[in-house]
């Protein structure tokens, strides 16, 4: 066993800010020509429609509004539980006039991980906007999967655990709505 | 077997996340703590862009938005740096976004209200991939200070977002470098969330005067520090043996 010791300290965070978008999904603002597309528009360019479930949600503050300012980053496996460098990004912001994200992509596999251990399918999700001095990480996992035995989920003893869960609405789309604070304050993780 | 884990994230130099002088973060910042837990797959690997999502012009602020090649307003500088990890160990191929006011405070935004004028050469948003030493480059425009309603108003300092993607998505960083002498720095509340003073200063570009004065316009540099993956070998063991 090898380990060395870092000698550096990583880079404080700082807000992403009320106009993240400029720099990260111009496209979105009508900023055109300038970048040909914004990053992380189509999580797996070679999947047709029907491969595809939707996710959909809003992000609420703590005084239950639903915001529109926030940008969310998705990270995932393909459907076999395989991460593949090239794939699986995607980054979007809610719609601002109903105020709802919605995420078309692959419905990720179970995995096999580093650690020898099952994990149940998931979508790593970070939202960053204005009046987060850092950047939140969190987990979608799906109703209906088999859940008890994944690594996260087993060690999550928080009546709140349902918040990593996406509710099933249909065969192919599911609800994640994400609370900031309040009672139904969504599990954030320390990644 | 091979382990791979991110290095524990050291919140006592990061921001604090709950902060009411940043008026926005009151009804924002979540009051629970976070979950710890061993990295996995999905923290350790992460997406990695190739050269052709990068344009010829995207590095370059001060052309890619110019209308006939007309410059923007404001004095040009250079910002330059390198993204390593907490070994040292430079990181090849990160993507850095960068996004910014014009040089009269102003972002090209509909949200922005502040009443400064746009500039039509200047939309304030670059990127590129750093070269094999980690070494990063952008060519763009001083942004100014702006006034923003805070507790009461009050001014941001002159200052730069930076988005960088590492090799791994727990090395995802969003951050804003300052620039060295600006005495708004020192009552800002977004950068005093940060109590560490020595991190606080690490996001402070430093006027590299050598280079400024060969190159006819001011050098910053500011150096990216991504967290650490450390590997941890084990024998292979078959169990029970």
Avoid at chain 2, 83 to 90: G, N, T
Avoid at chain 2, 211 to 232: C, D, M, P, W
């Amino acid at each position: 066993m090898t380990t060395s010791k870092e000698n550096l300290d990583e880079t404080p965070f700082q807000t992403a800010g009320p106009f993240l978008h400029i720099g990260c999904m111009p496209n979105a603002i009508k900023i055109k020509k300038l970048y040909k597309n914004d990053l992380g528009e189509i999580p797996f360019k070679s999947k047709n429609e029907s491969e595809l479930i939707t996710i959909e949600g809003s992000v609420f503050d703590g005084n239950g509004v639903a915001l529109d300012d926030v940008m969310l980053e998705t990270w995932q496996c393909d459907e076999k539980g395989e991460f593949k460098e090239e794939s699986g990004f995607a980054r979007f912001i809610p719609n601002n006039l109903t105020k709802k994200f919605i995420l078309k992509t692959v419905k990720p596999g179970s995995f096999k991980g580093f650690d020898g251990k099952i994990h149940s399918p998931y979508i790593s999700l970070s939202i960053s906007s204005r009046g987060l001095n850092m950047t939140l990480n969190t987990r979608i996992y799906f109703e209906g999967d088999e859940l008890k035995n994944d690594p996260l989920l087993s060690i999550i003893n928080n009546c709140n655990v349902n918040s990593l869960i996406a509710k099933k609405i249909s065969k192919h789309s599911y609800l994640f709505d994400i609370f900031l604070q309040g009672e139904e304050e969504t599990i954030f993780l320390d990644i | 077997m091979n382990v791979k884990s991110l290095i524990r994230r050291n919140y006592k130099k990061q921001p604090e996340v709950d902060f009411p002088d940043y008026k926005s973060s009151i009804f924002r910042a979540p009051k629970n703590k976070k979950i710890s837990f061993p990295s996995s797959d999905s923290e350790i690997l992460g997406p990695i862009f190739d050269e052709n999502v990068i344009g010829e012009l995207d590095n370059n602020l001060t052309l890619n938005f110019s209308k006939n090649k007309n410059s923007p307003l404001g004095h040009k500088i250079i910002v330059y740096g390198n993204v390593l990890d907490q070994f040292s160990k430079p990181i090849e191929g990160a993507l850095i976004e960068i996004w910014q006011a014009n040089s009269a405070g102003k972002y090209l935004h509909n949200n922005d209200k502040n009443t400064a004028p746009i500039d039509p050469n200047f939309a304030g948003c670059g990127r590129c991939l750093t070269t094999s030493s980690g070494y990063y480059e952008f060519l763009t425009i001083q942004p100014g200070p702006y006034p923003y309603p805070n507790r009461g108003i009050e001014w941001r300092p002159m200052h730069i977002h930076f988005s960088i993607f590492g090799k791994s998505f727990g090395q995802r960083l969003i951050t804003q470098m300052y620039f060295e002498g600006d005495p708004l720095i020192q009552d800002c509340p977004m950068v005093n969330s940060i109590a560490d003073e020595k991190a606080k200063k690490s996001l402070i570009g430093a006027l590299d005067t050598s280079r400024s004065n060969t190159q006819n316009l001011l050098a910053y540099k500011f150096n990216i520090v991504l967290r650490g993956i450390k590997q941890t070998y084990f024998e292979n063991r078959r169990e029970g043996l």
